[in-house]
């Protein structure tokens, strides 16, 4: 099967080149999308389906670091195991729990400042984690090491869903 | 076809070549056709020269179907049988309708979308949307001079897919084409996008008679993305009225009001809130049936008070969409207004103050988005040239979820996924010799199955007997250009494809369609055949034509006996073509489909060859 970044002539790596993955996938989406095929045969219309749905799969994969991440060491032979490893350091878990609490007092006093800032926090960890997966990957080329740091950063995209449950919640 | 059909530069399609395609907008209060004339979209206005049609249907007991201004002059006298805001009861139950007791109609509560009674029969919202769609088609074919080729109709941004496929549906029963559903602020911003040049992230806010949309669109060299979507299908201009009406009833002191009254007392409390766009005072005055007099004055101040609720809800899913795209409100460079109701004052200013900025208001917010709609109908049915035409990537407004143990959602396709969009997931038995499995398909952001839209329960049945965990059933939802769901499966250990049938919750099953188009035509038979004869032949000169340019761009990809397996099949086709067997024609073209499978797929690779060689020379 063809990788993620094979579709848009990428070369495999953590760090990506945003604005030609771009550009490749409006290139590709502009010769495959059903727009161009609504009047077309049922073949070509459903071609046209299953390479645009391949096609977004894909874009989408490669836009989510943790996405991405796991792909790559997938191509290098390593399941990140979200479901079954559960194991984290201690301290990522102590401060995950500090989190946590602090977003449900957030929430609880409906506190919107308080939210700001811990989505503040989330982002900053967020960047400081992508910064060591590429190194990690791209430099180091420790996949087994990478897979820690991709359950520790998904964690966290957890943790940011549930920042954005709570504006919900409190508006 | 449009992608790989290569012209000469400068050589156009001939005008005669012109396919007729137009955008319909279905609205809750008025609905619109409009097409793209000598490359300008215009829209279509009736013998008197009206351009909005009401969205009202009139069943009279002589069997007579009044649309439009002439059911809307009847609503007060005849308020059971005049149906107006159908889009609101669109693939919704009774228990999903607010206000019930405020609507005079005798619901009727079916499995899945509730119906009405009137005196012409119990009538669903697929066929009352059916029977407004009918005049806008013919009055297209009237001005247009023939039979068109195919229409986009468009909907909320918010709906589900229940009312999706209710939109479809009606399309197909009114005698469309239906090319595409497109989203009702894509549509709009397609409208704006295009007329201004526009470059950068723009929000729309679609304040509908029914509905509130609100898109954020990110719109570069002719790339309309859609990065996140939000709104209130159940929230709309009907509400202000609403509102009025609750407040001068209050206002008078009257007693529960009679349908009649009841209406008549809407169509006053709507006259006033328009009257109150620029006017600081309106009237409401009314002569009741029961011989009472109701003339009270609602002024600016007051209306703003009893309506702030409502304008403050609309600014939640404009927070959720901004959220949702990773987007502050400093990145959005223009906020567009589309709907009637965005005419409010207190509106524009909520907007205005929201965004710190002036809301866009130069292109009128009732005739956008049947605008846009054209636009992109004159695109998906090939009448533009390579270059000229834009690519359009919508989201799905709602994720897509089955149930899991214990009543809990499992999210598969998550809320503004772009779409095309599918998701495959393996199961497997439970039991030793377990031959079936059921789902449940919903929709919504709820953790609990009972606070989501039930889509779909199907049961996947003939799975082969095996010990339990051995067998693999893969399902695949797939969610395609018209953000409708389809799911496949199959049983992967021994290739057995085992049988789905998919329930709609909501919505019709095909053969429920089949009947309505049956009941349509008074003598049932012929005109069924005429149809289907019709049908097939448009499909078997769209498939010919499709085919042939196909062949004529890219025949170097087949080997001479695919070339003459084709061609064969092309023959096959052109002689039944003319018949007037329909089953044969079907027949035909089925086959002439199937031959071009492989034909089908190497075009597309070679497609994504030929992007990718392109952005790489051009990134040199």
């Given amino acids: 099967m063809q990788s993620h970044f094979d579709l848009f002539g990428l070369q495999p790596a953590f760090a990506v080149d945003e604005v030609r993955l771009e550009r490749a996938y409006r290139e590709i989406q502009s010769r495959v999308h059903p727009d161009r095929f609504a009047h077309a045969g049922d073949a070509e219309r459903r071609a046209s389906l299953q390479w645009t749905t391949r096609v977004n799969e894909a874009y989408r994969a490669l836009k989510n670091p943790v996405q991405r991440a796991s792909h790559l060491l997938e191509l290098h032979g390593v399941d990140v195991a979200f479901e079954t490893n559960t194991a984290m350091p201690a301290e990522f878990l102590m401060e995950q729990m500090e989190l946590r609490e602090a977003l449900e007092g957030a929430t609880q006093s409906k506190d919107l400042g308080a939210l700001e800032t811990l989505q503040k926090r989330i982002d900053g960890d967020k960047r400081t984690l992508e910064q060591q997966l590429g190194e990690r990957i791209d430099r180091q080329k420790d996949y087994a090491g990478a897979a820690d740091l991709v359950r520790e950063l998904k964690f966290l995209e957890k943790m940011e869903a549930e920042i954005d449950a709570a504006y919900e919640a409190i508006e | ?620």
């Fill in chain 2, 1 to 620: 076809m449009a992608l790989l059909q290569i012209a000469e530069p400068g050589q156009s399609r001939a005008p005669h070549e012109q396919r007729l395609a137009v955008g319909i907008d279905l609205g809750t209060t008025n609905s619109l056709v409009a097409t793209v004339r000598s490359g300008v979209a215009t829209v279509l206005a009736d013998a008197q020269g009206r351009a909005l049609l009401p969205s009202i249907v009139r069943y009279c007991a002589d069997g007579r179907v009044d649309v439009g201004y002439a059911a809307q002059a009847q609503q007060a006298a005849d308020p059971k049988n005049t149906i107006v805001s159908v889009k609101r009861f669109m693939g919704r139950g009774v228990k999903d309708i607010d206000h019930l007791q405020n609507a005079p109609y005798d619901f009727v509560d079916a499995p899945g979308m509730l119906q009405i009674r009137t005196v012409a029969g119990v009538k669903s919202p697929v066929e009352i949307s059916a029977d407004i769609l009918k005049p806008l088609r013919e009055r297209a074919e009237a001005s247009l001079g023939g039979p068109l080729t195919g229409a986009v109709i468009t909907v909320p941004a918010y709906f589900d897919d229940a009312q999706r496929q209710a939109t479809k549906d009606a399309g197909r029963l009114a005698g469309l084409n239906v090319l595409r559903l497109l989203n009702e602020p894509t549509a709009a911003a397609i409208a704006y996008g295009l007329d201004n040049a526009s470059e950068g992230v723009f929000a729309v806010y679609d304040l509908g008679g029914g509905t509130f949309d609100l898109s954020i669109l990110k719109l570069s060299k002719g790339v309309f993305e859609v990065v996140a979507t939000s709104g209130d299908s159940l929230l709309g201009g009907d509400d202000f009225d609403q509102r009025v009406f609750c407040w001068a009833v209050e206002q008078a002191k009257l007693a529960p009001l009679a349908p009649r009254d009841m209406r008549l007392l809407l169509v006053k409390s709507r006259e006033a809130k328009e009257h109150l766009t620029s006017h600081g005072e309106a009237p409401i005055t009314a002569r009741l049936s029961t011989g009472e007099f109701v003339d009270v004055a609602i002024d600016t101040e007051t209306f703003c008070r009893i309506t702030q609720t409502l304008v403050q809800k609309t600014l939640g899913p404009v927070r959720k969409a901004l959220r949702d795209a990773g987007l502050g409100v400093g990145d959005v460079q223009g906020v567009v207004m589309v709907g009637g109701a965005t005419r409010m004052p207190q509106i524009q200013r909520a907007v205005a103050d929201f965004f710190r900025r002036d809301p866009l208001n130069n292109l009128d917010p009732d005739k956008v988005v049947a605008l846009g709609a054209a636009m992109q109908a004159n695109v998906l049915a090939g009448n533009k040239p390579q270059g000229e035409d834009w690519l359009l990537l919508d989201v799905i407004p709602l994720s897509l979820g089955i149930e899991t143990m214990g009543g809990l959602v499992e999210k598969i396709i998550p809320r503004n996924s772009t779409i095309p969009a599918a998701r495959a997931q393996e199961f497997t038995t439970f039991k030793d010799g377990q031959t079936g499995m059921s789902f449940h398909v919903v929709q919504g952001e709820r953790e609990l199955v009972s606070d989501c839209r039930s889509l779909a329960r199907f049961e996947l049945k003939g799975i082969p007997p095996m010990a339990a965990g051995a067998a693999r059933v893969r399902v695949t939802y797939q969610v395609d250009a018209d953000g409708l769901l389809s799911v496949t499966a199959r049983e992967n250990t021994t290739g057995a494809e085992a049988s789905v049938a998919v329930k709609p919750s909501y919505g019709l099953a095909d053969t429920d369609i089949e009947r309505m188009l049956r009941d349509s035509f008074s003598h049932a038979k012929e005109d069924v055949h005429a149809r289907a004869l019709t049908e097939a032949r448009v499909d078997g000169q769209r498939l010919l034509e499709a085919t042939r340019s196909a062949l004529a761009a890219d025949s170097a990809l087949l080997a001479a006996d695919e070339k003459a397996a084709i061609a064969a099949r092309i023959a096959e086709l052109e002689k039944v073509l003319s018949g007037a067997d329909h089953r044969a024609i079907k027949q035909a073209l089925d086959a002439l489909n199937h031959a071009t499978e492989d034909f089908a797929a190497r075009r597309m690779d070679q497609g994504i060859r030929r992007a990718l060689a392109g952005k790489q020379i051009g990134a040199l």
